[in-house]
């Protein structure tokens, strides 16, 4: 049971902010004999007084009264958030499960979670990192609300909403006779040795990018880390194409890399924002959807 009311709180407080028995009473519309009876009772609850009271002086707060005034303000605060209708009107809460494909991920998952937890103050953020297949599984099997991605892999179980289009890169030592170009065409890579990631429909999409200028090309090294693709081309071990390349011209163990865009128009791929067809959409999918779009744009 609660022996001090929040009205009691609020008288306090009210004192505090005032200096004055009179001017707190005349602010909240009581008599000042209640309000110091009010305090009366506060103080004889907890054992100590909250203010140095006496006639002709201000009243002001002891240590003790400080402390209490601190967290009675925060109290209050609290309160006023708990009666106002329109904050539960707008409030949305639940749980957010977010999936990314894993070569995204380091590009985009800290800024999305930042942006999602603003938006979405009151709602459990979760994430998973995985490759096309996992995403498409987890997906279909309710563990993802939505999933960041590129448009690989999808049927028409999958609703898609494009944000962005990026080119290839292709990723080769500075010595390379590409390197000076600012694009590259695939039919230039065609008959060079490539560096392709390992999984299945990466690596297919790649091949296919060439089957359609009637090339096919030599893979030397398959990968299944973007790291390790950037170092062996920094090595000239071959000739790295992913969609993704992070920030400066050095590989992992510090060898410089030049990144060179395919210019190929047909090779460009949509990154998609990926969500179940059919799926109901809410408040809360689509403000996350809106902050996912808006990183993109």
Request: glycine share 8%; net charge positive.
């Amino acid at each position: 049971m609660l022996y001090i009311t929040l009205r009691q709180i609020e008288y306090v407080v009210a004192v505090a902010r005032s200096g004055s028995l009179s001017e707190a009473a005349a602010q909240l519309g009581v008599s000042q004999p209640s309000l110091s009876n009010a305090l009366t009772q506060v103080e004889a609850r907890l054992g100590h007084r909250l203010f140095r009271r006496g006639k002709g002086r201000a009243t002001a707060p002891t240590p003790e009264g400080e402390a209490y005034l601190r967290e009675a303000e925060a109290l209050l605060a609290q309160a006023r958030r708990l009666e106002d209708p329109a904050r539960y009107a707008r409030a949305v809460t639940g749980r957010l499960t977010l999936g990314l494909f894993e070569d995204l991920a380091p590009f985009h998952l800290g800024a999305l979670l930042e942006a999602l937890g603003k938006a979405l103050p009151d709602v459990e953020l979760q994430y998973r990192i995985a490759d096309f297949a996992t995403l498409a599984r987890d997906m279909l099997e309710g563990r993802l609300d939505l999933a960041v991605s590129y448009d690989l892999g999808l049927d028409a179980s999958f609703g898609r909403q494009v944000l962005a289009r990026v080119a290839p890169l292709a990723l080769m030592a500075p010595g390379d006779a590409l390197a000076g170009q600012r694009e590259v065409m695939l039919a230039a890579l065609a008959d060079r040795p490539l560096i392709l990631f390992e999984e299945g429909l990466s690596v297919r999409h790649m091949l296919g990018l060439f089957a359609r200028i009637g090339a096919r090309p030599r893979v030397a090294h398959r990968v299944r880390a973007l790291e390790v693709m950037r170092s062996l081309a920094a090595r000239g071990a071959g000739v790295g194409l992913s969609y993704s390349a992070p920030a400066g011209g050095r590989s992992h163990e510090g060898r410089p890399l030049v990144t060179v865009p395919v210019a190929d128009a047909f090779a460009a791929e949509p990154v998609v924002l990926v969500r179940p067809a059919g799926a109901r959409e809410d408040e809360r999918m689509r403000t996350a959807a809106g902050v996912i779009a808006a990183r993109f744009a």
